[in-house]
């Protein structure tokens, strides 16, 4: 199966003073391109809205096959600070992280996503906006985001 993906890259260009008035001129132009990937269906793991219970509904998503290794895990975001809804997240399901890796973590049966912090005995996470989460364990390891 493929599916059209279509995708825009932007140029800066300097434009002389002369044409800075022209209706057709300006700073930066479009170039656009439509190319076709392979996709392949995945089911989800579950969508996640931040400090709640992961969400099951048994939906599927579709990405390109190489995104997402036969271990991983896709999520789809429901609200998460400094995610956009629908971005979908391959994880690597493990329980434990280093310094610094962006994770998914549980405290209960509520759901995070977070920087961990692992130094000098702490175990905290680091959420978007400067919270810090203490009681939470490592449920995987966020290893792509993808938007469409």
Known sequence: ?????FYATWEQKKVPKIAQHS???????????????PVKEFELAGEIEHGVALFVAGQTASLPPEL?????????VR??????KGDLLIVEPRNHASTGELVIAMR??????????????????HV????ILEGCEVAGAVNQVARF
């Open 68 to 76: 997402v290794e036969d271990y991983e895990l896709v999520y789809r």
């Open 23 to 37: 209706l057709h001129s300006g700073l930066t132009r479009m170039r656009s391109e439509l190319r076709f990937f």
């Open 79 to 84: 609200s998460v600070p400094g995610y956009r």
């Open 108 to 125: 209960g049966p509520r759901v995070f996503i977070g920087r961990w912090w692992a130094k000098h005995g702490l175990r905290q996470l």
């Open 128 to 131: 978007e906006g400067g919270d």
């Open 1 to 5: 199966m493929h599916t059209l993906v």
